[in-house]
């Protein structure tokens, strides 16, 4: 697994073992980032001035990572999973990224309790299960309060699962990537 673009591009970040990660494919990573990127969303790789971005359910960190390569400013990681956390460590020792990110090693809804926002883009990469669950509707509202007025946030889910609605926000475009799906949403136009 590499960073696909930015300042650490081809840099490899590694996963956790076992199959309780489904890290975001290479393919799929570069098409979300080139999504953001001609939406404007993310600033100069070389200046960090872009927006902060939220890694909810981060796994190996790989979707922070690869904001922070391509400009972000700042990463919130969320990922509760021991060898997962010890993933992310390492893949910051390695890039030197410490200074940019703050893992929360924690569930995701107990992190969305204490997480001030707000944040230009959220990534939110849950087991695909899960998003089905009724309770996973608390996770999405939780975070839709934290995006930022022109933010966006990434859902990636089962393709055979329909996107689900978010209160505040719109589907702004889904993309199907053979079993996963990419939806972004963002803040639904005041009337």
Not at 31 to 57: H, K, Q
Not at 78 to 98: G, M, P, Q, T, Y
Not at 155 to 183: F, K, M, N, Q
């Amino acid at each position: 697994m590499r960073i696909t673009g930015g300042r650490w591009r081809s840099r490899a970040l590694i996963a956790p073992r076992g199959t309780a990660t489904r890290p975001t494919s290479d393919r799929v990573r570069e098409a979300l980032f080139s999504m953001l990127a001609s939406s404007g969303i993310l600033g100069d790789p070389a200046e960090n001035e872009g927006p902060r971005v939220m890694d909810l359910y981060a796994g190996s960190g790989a979707l922070a990572f690869e904001a922070l390569s391509r400009g972000a400013s700042h990463a919130v990681l969320v990922e509760h999973a021991r060898d997962a956390v010890a993933a992310i460590h390492h893949n910051a020792r390695e890039l030197a990224s410490a200074p940019l990110l703050h893992v929360f090693d924690t569930k995701v809804e107990r992190a969305l309790a204490k997480v001030e926002g707000p944040f230009g883009v959220i990534f939110l990469d849950p087991p695909y299960a899960d998003v089905a669950k009724p309770a996973f509707a608390t996770v999405l509202a939780a975070a839709s309060l934290l995006l930022a007025e022109s933010g966006v946030l990434v859902l990636e889910h089962a393709s055979t699962d329909e996107p689900p609605s978010i209160p505040g926000l719109s589907l702004d475009r889904t993309r199907r990537y053979g079993d996963s799906t990419l939806t972004l949403y963002r803040r639904c136009e005041p009337l």
